[in-house]
T-cell receptor
């Protein structure tokens, strides 16, 4: 299995632009999680899906952030418009369990820089 | 307030030496505690997970302990190797609906030769 696949690995964009991050979970996993990691705040859970349905999006920082999971093998995290404070590493993870406390397998992350 | 505090923030040790990382939490009601290893530029990888009734769990040279009474956990690394250089993150789950996943900010370990 190739594991969780994220794209792109690196993204540099100008403030105000729309950014879309992509994730392909491990085949057969029914839960998907989006995390953000910064030096100041560490890892933060933004949103998680179970069976393609958003279960808890309380970690999404504001309305500029949105996430979708149109099918079991694909999810996107969109930021529109982007701001410099959104610069971080964004991780996608998937698991076969139904809750975030189950073991999750992480992708390699997308490093986003907003200038 | 649910919190997870890790210490030290960073640590440098010589190859072959042992070290212990600490995690204190105030999460309640407690569900489980997990230690992750995160190599530079990679996603976190789970090392161990412990529930309330477990005191010790090992994964190779990594041994995690849990004291649910004092709400403390430690990760002991034996005979460190250069490949142990990474960030180690303690994550505590609360036994409730929803996310209830609280992350520590991690300890950065550097093993030098």
């Amino acid at each position: 299995d190739a594991g969780v696949i994220q794209s792109p690995r690196h993204e540099v964009t100008e403030m105000g632009q729309e950014v879309t991050l992509r994730c392909k979970p491990i085949s057969g996993h029914n839960s998907l999680f989006w995390y953000r990691q910064t030096m100041m705040r560490g890892l933060e859970l933004l949103i998680y899906f179970n069976n393609n349905v958003p279960i808890d999006d309380s970690g999404m920082p504001e309305d500029r952030f949105s996430a979708k999971m149109p099918n079991a093998s694909f999810s996107t995290l969109k930021i529109q418009p982007s701001e410099p404070r959104d610069s971080a590493v964004y991780f996608c993870a998937s698991s076969s369990g139904g809750l975030p406390r189950e073991e999750a397998f992480f992708g390699q992350g997308t490093r986003l820089t907003v200038v | 307030k649910n919190q997870v505090e890790q210490s030290p923030q960073s640590l440098i040790i010589l190859e072959g030496k042992n070290c212990t990382l600490q995690c204190n939490y105030t999460v309640s009601p407690f569900s489980n505690l997990r230690w992750y290893k995160q190599d530079t530029g990679r996603g976190p990888v789970s090392l161990t997970i412990m529930t309330f009734s477990e005191n010790t769990k090992s994964n190779g040279r990594y041994t995690a302990t849990l004291d649910a009474d004092t709400k403390q956990s430690s990760l002991h690394i034996t005979a460190s190797q250069l490949s142990d250089s990474a960030s180690y993150i303690c994550v505590v789950s609360a036994q409730q609906a929803g996310t209830a996943l609280i992350f520590g900010k991690g300890t950065t370990l550097s093993v030098s030769s």
